[in-house]
């Protein structure tokens, strides 16, 4: 298995919490010695793994950003469910999944990640083309929950939400001109919410694939809100009703 790169202290503190045995290495700036970077190494080392100092210029290199806060890892991939099915067939209770589709943009995903973990949303979908997949930008702003969220990239996405539909999991797509608002649905149940990219929306053939179709109320001036945003209000709004049930 080929190692990848996480950076930044969130991305990697989670992978120390979850599978600390995949980091191949730690690289750290040698000349941060504050206090966030010495309780991080005091961790590191409690999980045994193995350190390196380094300087800027390396790190700088080895994740192409010097936004890495002197924090950059070599790990290997950690094993996940194979397939959508698997890990359906694994869910206890009604399942919850995250549906993108045509986001590409790394940061947009993973803020996406990140508030997919939060509610607890059980896998983010999204399809092969027109899609970004998981790479260190993704990673780093994800916070970590691209280490704990299953992310998975599927050849025919309409293909996908048809044989969720197949497992009673009600499709809900979001869109400016659906007649009723996310707070008429019912998402107690087995759903998946379906959120297009910022401005292109849904592709319509994803639209169609929907068994219902809601919308988000806009009571300012804007017209649309970033697609992480749309994400968390959803997820959460489902979250809100299952605890409320």
């Not at 202290?9 to 700036?29: N, Y």
């Not at 961790?43 to 080895?62: F, P, Q, T, Y």
């Not at 939060?118 to 930008?137: E, F, Q």
């Not at 109320?217 to 994400?231: C, K, Q, W």
Request: one cysteine or more.
């Amino acid at each position: 298995m080929s190692a990848k790169i996480l950076f930044g202290f969130h991305a990697v503190t989670v992978r120390l919490k979850t599978a600390p045995q995949s980091i191949v290495e730690l690289h750290l700036d040698a000349e941060r010695r504050d206090q966030r970077m010495r309780q991080f190494v005091e961790r590191a080392k409690e999980a045994g793994v193995r350190l390196i100092e380094s300087d800027n210029e390396r790190l700088h290199k080895l994740c192409g950003t010097h936004r890495h806060q002197g924090v950059v890892a070599k790990v290997l991939p950690v094993p996940q469910a194979r397939s959508l099915d698997d890990l359906l067939d694994a869910v206890e209770g009604p399942p919850l999944l995250l549906v993108l589709d045509g986001v590409t943009d790394p940061h947009n995903l993973g803020a996406c990640l990140r508030v997919a973990d939060g509610a607890g949303a059980h896998a983010v979908i999204a399809p092969k083309d027109h899609a970004v997949g998981i790479n260190a930008t993704v990673a780093k702003v994800a916070s970590g929950a691209a280490e704990t969220v299953p992310y998975f990239m599927v050849t025919n996405l309409a293909r996908t939400l048809n044989e969720l539909k197949e497992r009673n999991i009600w499709i809900v797509g979001t869109s400016d001109d659906a007649p009723g608002t996310l707070y008429q649905a019912d998402l107690k149940g087995p759903a998946a919410l379906v959120l297009g990219a910022e401005g292109a929306g849904m592709r319509q053939l994803t639209r169609k694939t929907c068994d219902a179709l809601v919308s988000l109320p806009m009571l300012g001036a804007v017209e649309s809100l970033n697609v992480s945003v749309a994400s968390g209000i959803c997820l959460y709004e489902a979250v809100r009703q299952r605890q409320a049930a």
